[in-house]
């Protein structure tokens, strides 16, 4: 775990020192238009792999009077999509090559002497000691799929409620839902989650815990930082309540194991379909009406 997390933060990192200064003026540059200012935000957190950090990005421009909330609306719903970058690498079985990208990015860090080559060191780096940490976690989370007590813990997270008060408070502590659905992958690839039902609220829960990010930057920061890290929570509950609904109410996992089958692609694929769909489905429905969060 604590490979994975690290590897996580060094790659998100690099990738942020690689292309930040760029992102930060595409960011500053962005107009009214709602759906401009989405795509911005798919591209920045696509890039940086971390949403928690272009909400925090988002919030200290408005604390510092670049960026309305008309602006924001549309990078936070773009950072929600940006951000399952992550999970769909981890559903790709790369386990041969984690080695070279540890090794290659140990190298370029150690010998080279330009800022900008370190980076990509530290990129690579960081992306092999984050599957690396993921491969050996499911490696060592087996006797849990092997336990009666712990898979008796994962039937009871099939109910909506409790599934989403795990995923909730699980991210809102480790502050990143990317990392929070690479655990639960890892469990699924365990085999302590068994079936998508036990972990479809929990990723729901994810994206709500998630929002914790901006709400910490906001702290102290100017009404329009905090109206911003409201938004955000509000799209994720917003998002949550009707993914909710529509699972419990209709066959939504069925036709999720109807289009990524467990024994073709594996339950950790299945997660991060679930991750995907969510996020984009949110954006499909909430956006039209931001102008309503926004009032």
Same mark, same amino acid.
């Given at each position: 775990?604590?490979?994975?997390?690290?590897?996580?933060?060094?790659?998100?990192?690099?990738?942020?020192?690689?292309?930040?200064?760029?992102?930060?003026?595409?960011?500053?540059?962005?107009? *009214?238009?709602?759906?401009?200012?989405?795509? =911005? $935000?798919?591209?920045? !957190? #696509?890039? &940086? +792999? @971390? /949403?928690? %950090?272009?909400?925090?990005?988002?919030?200290?421009?408005?604390?510092?009077?670049?960026?309305?909330?008309?602006?924001?609306?549309?990078?936070?719903?773009?950072?929600?999509?940006?951000?399952?970058?992550?999970?769909?690498?981890?559903?790709?079985?790369?386990?041969?090559?984690?080695?070279?990208?540890?090794?290659?990015?140990?190298?370029?860090?150690?010998?080279?002497?330009?800022?900008?080559?370190?980076?990509?060191?530290?990129?690579?780096?960081?992306?092999?000691?984050?599957?690396?940490?993921?491969?050996?976690?499911?490696?060592?989370?087996?006797?849990?799929?092997?336990?009666?007590?712990?898979?008796?813990?994962?039937?009871?997270? *099939?109910?909506?409620?409790?599934?989403?008060? =795990? $995923?909730?408070?699980? !991210? #809102?502590? &480790? +502050? @990143? /839902?990317? %990392?929070?659905?690479?655990?639960?992958?890892?469990?699924?690839?365990?085999?302590?989650?068994?079936?998508?039902?036990?972990?479809?609220?929990?990723?729901?829960?994810?994206?709500?815990?998630?929002?914790?990010?901006?709400?910490?930057?906001?702290?102290?920061?100017?009404?329009?930082?905090?109206?911003?890290?409201?938004?955000?929570?509000?799209?994720?509950?917003?998002?949550?309540?009707?993914?909710?609904?529509?699972?419990?109410?209709?066959?939504?996992?069925?036709?999720?194991?109807?289009?990524?089958?467990?024994?073709?692609?594996?339950?950790?694929?299945?997660?991060?379909?679930?991750?995907?769909?969510?996020?984009?489905?949110?954006?499909?429905?909430?956006?039209?009406?931001?102008?309503?969060?926004?009032?």
């Amino acid at each position: 775990l604590g490979l994975f997390l690290i590897g996580m933060k060094n790659m998100g990192e690099g990738l942020e020192l690689a292309a930040g200064s760029k992102l930060r003026n595409l960011l500053e540059k962005i107009t *009214s238009n709602k759906f401009v200012a989405m795509l =911005v $935000g798919l591209l920045v !957190t #696509g890039v &940086i +792999q @971390s /949403s928690s %950090a272009t909400d925090a990005m988002v919030v200290g421009f408005a604390n510092a009077g670049l960026m309305e909330l008309g602006q924001a609306i549309g990078i936070l719903f773009g950072a929600k999509i940006g951000t399952t970058v992550t999970s769909l690498l981890l559903a790709i079985d790369i386990k041969a090559f984690v080695p070279i990208f540890i090794f290659a990015g140990a190298l370029v860090i150690t010998f080279s002497k330009k800022n900008n080559y370190r980076y990509y060191g530290q990129i690579a780096a960081g992306f092999g000691m984050l599957f690396l940490g993921l491969s050996l976690m499911s490696d060592n989370l087996r006797w849990m799929g092997e336990s009666d007590a712990f898979l008796s813990i994962a039937d009871k997270l *099939s109910f909506p409620l409790l599934g989403l008060i =795990v $995923g909730i408070i699980f !991210t #809102g502590i &480790i +502050q @990143s /839902s990317s %990392a929070s659905v690479g655990i639960l992958m890892a469990l699924g690839t365990a085999g302590v989650i068994t079936n998508i039902d036990q972990a479809v609220y929990i990723v729901y829960g994810f994206n709500v815990g998630a929002c914790s990010a901006a709400i910490l930057s906001s702290m102290g920061a100017n009404r329009t930082a905090k109206q911003i890290a409201l938004s955000n929570l509000l799209i994720s509950c917003f998002g949550a309540t009707i993914m909710t609904l529509i699972t419990a109410l209709l066959p939504y996992t069925q036709l999720i194991e109807m289009l990524f089958p467990a024994q073709t692609v594996g339950i950790a694929a299945q997660i991060s379909a679930v991750h995907i769909l969510f996020n984009i489905a949110i954006t499909v429905i909430v956006l039209p009406c931001s102008s309503l969060i926004m009032k």
